[in-house]
């Protein structure tokens, strides 16, 4: 079993935590549960493609990307949310080394950040969130998601 699948059936175990904490949730736990598991496989095939960055590393980070909303309920701010609590979970998940954490916390603290460039992990992140969503019919609420997917789409 690979860490990606390791590290999946943990973040599942936090999500089940999370039913009936929060009341109104900004998207459903089952959302959170799909998009979990279709991003962090456009994130690893996307990895491929790029051929320089770790596909593994890639798919964790967009598997956790979105742990700040799991948490909170909250989309507003949940980037930066989910960092320091995705790190703890990170470490004591004993699957990643220090710096390969912080790769994938620091993907997690940036990605809502769609026209501010960062490092490969934090790209890849970015496009596989903003492709999921749109496959799954999710609008694009702000002009620089529509920008990042069409980018995607030139490069294939």
């Given at each position: 079993?690979?860490?990606?699948?390791?590290?999946?059936?943990?973040?599942?175990?936090?999500?089940?935590?999370?039913?009936?904490?929060?009341?109104?949730r900004d998207e459903t736990l089952n959302w959170e549960r799909i998009h979990m598991a279709s991003s962090a496989r456009l994130a690893w095939e996307m990895a491929l493609e790029r051929k320089n960055a770790d596909p593994e590393i890639a798919a964790c980070a967009a598997a956790v990307h979105d742990f700040g909303r799991i948490l909170t309920?909250?989309?507003?701010?949940?980037?930066?949310?989910?960092?320091?609590?995705?790190?703890?979970f990170l470490k004591e998940s004993g699957l990643f080394t220090e710096e390969e954490a912080e790769i994938i916390a620091r993907a997690v603290k940036n990605h809502s950040s769609k026209t501010e460039t960062?490092?490969?992990?934090?790209?890849?992140?970015?496009d596989a969130d903003v492709v999921d969503c749109y496959q799954y019919g999710y609008p694009f609420d702000r002009p620089e998601k529509e920008t990042r997917y069409r980018a995607w789409l030139t490069s294939r």
């Open positions: 079993m690979n860490r990606l699948l390791k590290l999946e059936n943990l973040l599942l175990d936090v999500i089940n935590m999370q039913e009936g904490k929060i009341e109104d309920g909250r989309q507003k701010g949940h980037a930066e949310a989910g960092y320091e609590p995705v790190r703890v960062g490092t490969v992990v934090e790209e890849i992140v970015k």
